[in-house]
Structure formats: C-alpha cells, structure tokens
C-alpha cells in the first residue's frame, strides 16, 4: 500500500518564476493538506482540500494556490517565486478533513535562487 | 490564536533510558487535540500519538505516552527505552475542534540518542 508520494523530490528555480508541486494522497484518502516548512522550523499550514474545493487556508498569500483533482491527488502552485519560498513543501493526507491521523509524504525541496 | 511551544532545542539521551520533550500550548477552544510527530531527516513527518482534550486517560502508543495536563496547558512526549533509531526531530502540534485537520506545529524539539 503505497503512502503519500510527492513529486519532485527536489527542485531550484529562480526569483519570479512559478513552480507547480504534486501530491497523491494515501490510498483511500480523500483530503489533502499542504504545509511550508522552512529550515529550523516547524510546518505551517497553507490550505487543505477536500472534493476538490479549498476548505480551509493558513497566512499564506495569493500566490500560493492549489488544486485537487478528482482522483484526489493535489497540486501546490506558487507564483512570482522569492527568495524567502525557498523551504521544504510537505503534503498530507487523511481520511476526511477531520481525521485524527494525517499521513505525511516525505516533501519537495524548493530551492529559490 | 493557538500556539505551541517546544522550549528545548536539543536534548541528549543514553540508549535504553527514558526521555521526556516539553510541549506547552495555548488556546481559547474548549475542543482540540494535541499531536506528536517524528521527522527523520528523510523529512517525512510520522505520526506517533493523538490526544483529545476530552479524553480522560494520557495516551499511549507503544513506547510513546503523552503525559497530558490540562490545566497546565502542558502535552510532554515520554519515549522509553530510547533505541538509536530515535535520532530525530520531534514536533508537538495541535488543531482547533473545528473538524479541519489544520496543525499548528511547535519549532520542535532534536533528540540525539548515544549508544
């Protein structure tokens, strides 16, 4: 039974590019959470999605967007990249939106150059 | 607005001995619930132990016990018999009773084990 995978598992880009981060939640999993979580610190929420709508969203601003699909795997887009974006983006899944577990994937390294 | 506090960057510990990790939080809901996770330095984060802010009893999980004291806001995390394989970054985090899994994670805490 596979996990949560998330694609790439590294990436660099450079100041005002866009960049587009995949998640395929656990099987059997319908919601999935995004999460930025920059060196020496804990994650912070972005947004979650649950039938393919945004149900809840952290402090983040516009340029961060998202998508799920219905397949339920998701997608994190970040637009007009900074510097300060660089940080490791991880992606959970649970069982519904209110699941007491949420399984993490192992994370997409954003560098920003 | 929920927050978490983990005050202890570092912590050492001898293989086979008990250690504990400070969680203070803070929230104005009557409902939540309080989480700890391991993230190796492969990134993933693993879930270890859930504890309800209604429940009665600390929770447990294998080697992993929350000692859970309401009234001092407090959440620790007790590993015992630490194995090396403990070697990680410990995060505590909460969500509010909404229903949402939206966790607010603490700055964590590294656990170094030594043979």
């Known amino acids: 039974d596979a996990g949560v995978t998330q694609s790439p598992t590294h990436l660099i880009k450079t100041r005002g590019q866009q960049v587009t981060l995949r998640c395929s939640p656990k099987?059997?999993?319908?919601?999935v959470s995004w999460y930025q979580q920059a060196l020496g610190q804990g994650p912070q929420f972005i947004f979650q999605?649950?039938?393919?709508?945004?149900?809840q969203r952290g402090n983040f601003p516009d340029r961060f967007s998202g998508h799920q699909f219905p397949n339920y795997s998701s997608e994190l887009n970040v637009n007009a990249l900074l510097l300060g974006d660089s940080a490791l983006y991880l992606c959970?899944?649970?069982?519904?939106?209110?699941?007491?577990?949420?399984?993490f994937g192992q994370g997409t390294r954003l560098t920003v150059v | 607005a929920q927050k978490i506090t983990q005050t202890q960057p570092g912590m050492f510990v001898q293989e086979k001995e008990a250690v504990t990790l400070d969680c203070t939080y803070d929230?104005?809901?009557?409902?939540?619930?309080l989480f700890w996770y391991k993230q190796p330095s492969s990134g993933e984060m693993i879930f270890l132990i859930y504890?309800?802010?209604?429940?009665?009893q600390n929770a447990t999980e294998g080697r992993y016990s929350l000692n859970f004291q309401k009234a001092r806001k407090s959440a620790n995390l007790v590993i015992s018999a630490s194995q090396l394989g403990d070697s990680a970054m410990y995060f505590c985090?909460?969500?509010?009773?909404?229903?949402?899994?939206?966790?607010?994670f603490g700055t964590g805490t590294r656990l170094l084990v030594s043979p």
């Open positions: 959970a899944s649970s069982l519904g939106p209110g699941d007491t577990e949420a399984f």
């Open positions: 099987s059997g999993h319908d919601t």
């Open positions: 999605y649950y039938e393919e709508e945004e149900r």
């Open positions: 929230t104005s809901d009557p409902s939540y619930g």
């Open positions: 504890q309800g802010s209604y429940d009665q």
């Open positions: 985090a909460m969500r509010d009773g909404t229903g949402f899994q939206k966790l607010v």
